[in-house]
């Protein structure tokens, strides 16, 4: 995931007034509005433009990008870091640009109603609803979390508006059981443990987004792993039979069919995360080459290079041959 600096995205200084923010906002959004934009990159600019305004309009998305822990030395550049959400507790979705706004600011009442039922938010005929507000985090786990099926204990951060505008951060510790065979996207719903209700109504629950850390070793895609397996060029070219740890502690036997190549990619069934229907393992195949750090190994290649007939880039040859 790419670093972002949402200060630098809409052009605001770190301790930048919310109405500073309000209208650089909408002065880039006039600018590359693709609607009314000619400049060739307007669609991604604005795009970039809207999630830095969805954060640093939301006093409590803001706190949360603030955090101390993240804090830069003078002259170092500012960037967010990959996952900075992670183990915040937010009210809400909060923070989305009012489009429905935006749209009567630029092109009057037509663009107010090309904004359509995603446009400002309105209020129901119906009356307040009592119940209290949907909190949401993100619930960072290992991957080995996935295989174990067990409670874990979970601390998290609630950004709460105190005094003079200013943002404070509380947090609460919660024992939180994690499904056995989760996904990385899957909701895990706390009931009641949300915004309390108006008098009268029922608390709101919390939601808890699952995600998966970076592992030195497995990438996770939905129920599939995919891993990248090490292996010399004896084991390609001869075949071979290498142990492999899973993450749930056990050892299988992978077997390496001979004349194998480098980017070759091998599927487990069934070795990937749990679940109804368990996910697979992928390998990729990566030949690691031995260094010649002495004279007994530069003798063993250029031995090789006298006796094999082989040329790595023969390919290349007859391609541009034809």
């Known amino acids: 995931m790419e670093h972002k600096d949402y200060y630098a995205v809409l052009g605001v200084a770190r301790d930048a007034s919310a109405d500073q923010i309000r209208k650089a906002y909408r002065k880039l959004a006039r600018k590359f509005h ?5 400049e060739p990159d307007a669609e991604a600019r604005m795009q970039a433009i809207n999630e830095a305004n969805a954060v640093l309009s939301d006093p409590e998305k803001r706190a949360a990008y603030d955090r101390p822990e993240r804090a830069f030395r003078p002259g170092q550049d500012f960037r967010a870091a990959p ?5 915040f507790e937010f009210a809400g979705q909060g923070g989305a640009p009012d489009l429905g706004s935006l749209f009567s600011e630029l092109f009057g ?16 005929a119906h009356g307040m609803n009592l119940r209290g507000q949907d909190h949401q985090a993100r619930l960072m786990l290992d991957i080995e979390d996935a295989y174990r099926g067990e409670s874990r204990q979970v601390s998290l951060r609630l950004p709460q508006p105190g005094p003079v505008g200013r943002t404070s951060l509380t947090e609460r510790t919660l024992n ?7 996904r990385a996207g899957q909701v895990i719903r706390l009931a009641g443990l949300g915004a309390q209700g108006l008098p009268g109504g029922e608390p709101g ?49 992978v077997l390496i069919p001979a ?19 368990p996910g697979d393992l992928l390998l990729d195949l990566a030949v690691r080459v031995p260094p010649a750090h002495d004279a ?10 006298r006796e094999f007939d082989f040329d790595p880039r023969a390919a290349w040859r007859e391609g541009a041959a034809a």
């Open 83 to 87: 996952g900075w959400e992670g183990g």
């Open 109 to 124: 009442r037509m663009g107010r109603e090309a904004a359509g039922p995603g446009g400002a938010a309105g209020f129901s």
């Open 176 to 182: 939180v059981r994690i499904p056995k065979g989760i």
């Open 34 to 38: 693709p609607d009314v934009s000619k």
């Open 259 to 277: 004349g194998s190549q480098g980017g070759r990619q091998l599927r487990l069934r069934g070795k990937g995360l749990p679940g109804a229907v």
């Open 205 to 253: 629950d919390l939601l808890l987004e699952v995600a998966f850390a970076p592992h030195p070793r497995y990438r996770a895609d939905g129920g599939d792993l995919h891993m990248t397996l090490p292996v010399a060029p004896w084991e390609c070219a001869l075949g071979a039979s290498v142990e492999l740890p899973l993450p749930d502690g056990t050892v299988v036997q």
């Open 296 to 305: 007994h190994a530069r003798e063993l290649y250029e031995r090789m290079a």
